[in-house]
């Protein structure tokens, strides 16, 4: 009886032990679950908290399957994603980068290109201005039926008032020293304006055939290829360049004013020594290959042309279908020097090629060595004799003012006996230059 009741009680025992692991197991379970689950959170998070890995340094040197991969800044790293279409590895190591920016990821929209506030200020240019109901070219056919002109200079001033200075009068100056009954246009908005009108007075006094004209390019440019250039310049789907956007707007306004009314274009640094009444259709050479004996290249800073002559029509052309805004000279002197030299030879085109001494008797480059007095016999023997050869030879020179205009004219210089050849106000011009 004894053994009996002892062994029910081990039973009762045993049987809620079981119980009671069989109840606590369960909330065991969680527990561990809970505390590794924890462990492993706190991990996870602990790398990049303590870490701050250089975005480059994520990148592998070579990924399977894939090109080599250089290492790129940070700034780089969303783009050399995109332009190497690496592997999903890859897009694991970028994974703990920050969030990218959109912008970098996605393929950036063509937008048109939009102006500099320079560009702008020389874009306003192109508003219509009237004076006294007249358009440009109103303005423009009036003056030529009232001066009875024999000859029309054009020049154009894209400048402050401000900037102008005894150089460019001078210039004006030898135009009609040479040429005391032509026509001169000077195409300028700061010219055009009583400031301006105050400047050129002296000139219109002395019964001068002279017009300053405020240029509205919607008009001059009309019904050529420069006016698709023009639009499409305007809306932004031309880049202006880093090249001053003023200069090649006078590249191209000296064409289409010669095509459209005929005559002769120069520049504000070329001066006049003779009558170009006899000069039809001609472009100077600015240097020569010594070898052939041919030109190696032009220069458009004087031509003279006939109205709605071809190559002025190629020119143009060029100019529209070729521009660059972000190379010097593109669509200048080296724009006609690739016209001419295509179609040379061929029917139809009536002009001729001026050797250097015509308008360019001295290159760029030693330019300032007409602005030199002598200072011993062998330099004085020298200067005499190029000055001779200008007189005799050259229809015009040109100062190259970006090299020249802040040099000294010395006594006794070539360019001092030129003033006195070609000047009106002597004694303001040979001062003041």
Not at 112 to 117: N, V, Y
Not at 197 to 210: Q, S, T
Request: glycine content about 4%; hydrophobic content about 40%; overall charge positive.
């Amino acid at each position: 009886m004894f053994q009996m009741s002892k062994l029910y009680h081990n039973f009762h025992h045993t049987k809620n032990s079981v119980f009671s692991f069989v109840f606590l197991l369960p909330l065991f379970l969680l527990l561990l679950l809970a505390c590794n689950g924890f462990s492993v959170f706190y991990i996870n998070l602990s790398v990049p908290a303590k870490t701050s890995p250089e975005p480059a340094n994520l990148l592998p040197e070579i990924i399977p399957g894939d090109k080599p991969v250089k290492k790129l800044s940070s700034s780089s790293v969303m783009y050399a994603v995109k332009e190497e279409n690496p592997s999903l590895n890859l897009k694991t190591h970028l994974s703990l980068l920050q969030k990218p920016n959109i912008s970098m990821v996605s393929k950036p929209k063509k937008q048109p290109h939009r102006f500099s506030p320079q560009t702008l200020k020389a874009l306003q240019l192109r508003t219509t201005k009237r004076t006294k109901g007249f358009t440009f070219s109103a303005k423009l056919r009036a003056f030529f039926q009232n001066s009875n002109c024999k000859l029309r200079f054009f020049m154009t001033w894209i400048s402050s008032l401000h900037s102008l200075s005894h150089r460019e009068l001078l210039v004006i100056e030898s135009v009609f020293k040479s040429n005391p009954k032509a026509c001169l246009v000077i195409v300028s908005t700061s010219l055009d304006s009583p400031k301006g009108n105050a400047v050129l007075k002296p000139f219109l006094n002395m019964g001068f055939n002279l017009i300053t004209v405020s240029p509205d390019f919607d008009s001059i440019f009309k019904h050529t290829y420069a006016e698709t250039w023009f639009n499409r310049l305007k809306t932004g789907n031309i880049n202006p360049g880093e090249v001053s956007l003023g200069q090649n707007l006078s590249n191209l306004l000296r064409l289409v004013l010669l095509y459209k009314y005929g005559g002769v274009y120069i520049d504000t640094d070329v001066i006049v020594l003779k009558s170009f009444n006899n000069l039809s259709n001609v472009i100077g050479a600015q240097s020569m290959n010594i070898e052939t004996k041919t030109w190696s290249r032009l220069n458009n800073a004087v031509l003279v042309f006939d109205k709605h002559h071809p190559l002025l029509y190629k020119f143009i052309q060029e100019f529209a279908l070729t521009f660059d805004g972000n190379k010097w000279g593109h669509n200048g002197p080296y724009l006609v020097s690739r016209v001419v030299g295509r179609v040379t030879n061929r029917p139809g085109f009536n002009f001729t090629v001026l050797p250097p001494p015509a308008f360019y008797p001295v290159d760029w480059s030693r330019i300032r060595s007409l602005f030199r007095g002598p200072n011993n016999g062998i330099q004085s023997d020298w200067l005499r004799r190029k000055l001779e050869k200008i007189r005799r030879q050259s229809y015009a020179v040109h100062l190259w003012n970006r090299q020249s205009k802040d040099v000294r004219v010395e006594e006794g210089s070539i360019v001092h006996h030129i003033i006195s050849d070609c000047c009106i106000f002597c004694n303001i011009s040979t001062r003041s230059l």
